[in-house]
């Protein structure tokens, strides 16, 4: 069941996990409470970053048990949340127009739903495949 389930790109880790002093990688396999630690840390002053490069198979697997696949992509909702997250693109991507929009107007809603979504990404993104799922 979970062999099928890829939900999370390593290459993409590997990507993030350059940014990883900010924790971004971590936020990606869906660990935001040391991702917050290593965005106030810079990685755990650059030492958990440095073991992240190890680490980073084994929360990739993780995270490709934990969260549902589906029509939805986590890397791109992922790039688009890291890159222009100010712009709402991850929202418009995942349906949410309306949201989207006012990310669009408001810059994320001033920074703060942006890192309320580094915080729930995973999940909104889980939620719509888990939705969608049945439908195809």
């Not at 660990?31 to 810079?42: A, C, E, M, S, Y």
Request: charged letters at 10%.
């Amino acid at each position: 069941m979970t062999n099928n389930n890829d939900t999370h790109s390593k290459t993409l880790g590997y990507l993030l996990w350059i940014f990883g002093f900010t924790g971004s990688h971590r936020f990606y396999y869906g660990k935001p409470v040391t991702g917050t630690i290593w965005f106030f840390t810079l990685g755990l002053f650059g030492i958990g970053w440095i073991i992240d490069l190890f680490l980073i198979p084994s929360m990739d697997r993780q995270a490709d048990q934990r969260f549902v696949g589906g029509e939805a992509n986590y890397s791109v909702a992922w790039l688009l949340l890291t890159f222009l997250g100010i712009f709402g693109l991850h929202r418009m991507y995942l349906g949410k127009w309306l949201s989207g929009i006012l990310y669009l107007c408001t810059g994320g809603i001033f920074l703060l739903g942006v890192l309320y979504d580094f915080w729930t990404l995973n999940s909104q993104i889980s939620e719509r495949n888990h939705g969608t799922r049945g439908s195809n």
